[in-house]
Nanobody
Framework: QVQLVESGGGLVQPGGSLRLSCAAS????????MGWYRQAPGKQRELVAV???????IYADSVKGRFTISRDNAKNTVYLQMNDLKAEDTAVYYC??????????????????WGQGTQVTVSS
């Protein structure tokens, strides 16, 4: 089993920045890919970004150029730096992890491990 604990959410004004962190513990040797999803009220959950153990990344079009995903393998932690935040970025952000990168871009597969979620609210 893998446990994921997120931190760093909060309230920020439009144009502001936040950094989310997700620390993994447990059977972390099984983890290759780590990523972030988000779910806004009344909307489906969507992939925001994912990073593999060799630092390959995939981003949603809506966040390209504004968000950066990174990881520190020594600390078993993945980060999401969010800049130029917009109201439409408001959502609960979930950290996820899986041995397989492909599940993050599959319509029928999903990551095995999830965090509890952290709220990000962008409002003036």
């Amino acid at each position: 089993q893998v446990q994921l604990v997120e931190s760093g959410g909060g309230l920020v004004q439009p144009g502001g920045s936040l950094r989310l962190s997700c620390a993994a513990s447990g059977s972390i040797f099984s983890i290759n890919a780590m990523g972030w999803y988000r779910q806004a009220p009344g909307k489906q959950r969507e992939l925001v970004a994912v990073i593999s153990s060799d630092y390959s990344t995939i981003y949603a079009d809506s966040v390209k150029g504004r968000f950066t995903i990174s990881r520190d393998n020594a600390k078993n932690t993945v980060y999401l730096q969010m800049n130029d935040l917009k109201a439409e970025d408001t959502a609960v952000y979930y950290c996820a992890a899986d041995p397989r990168m492909v599940v993050f871009i599959s319509r029928s597969l999903h990551p095995d491990y999830w965090g509890q979620g952290t709220q990000v609210t962008v409002s003036s």
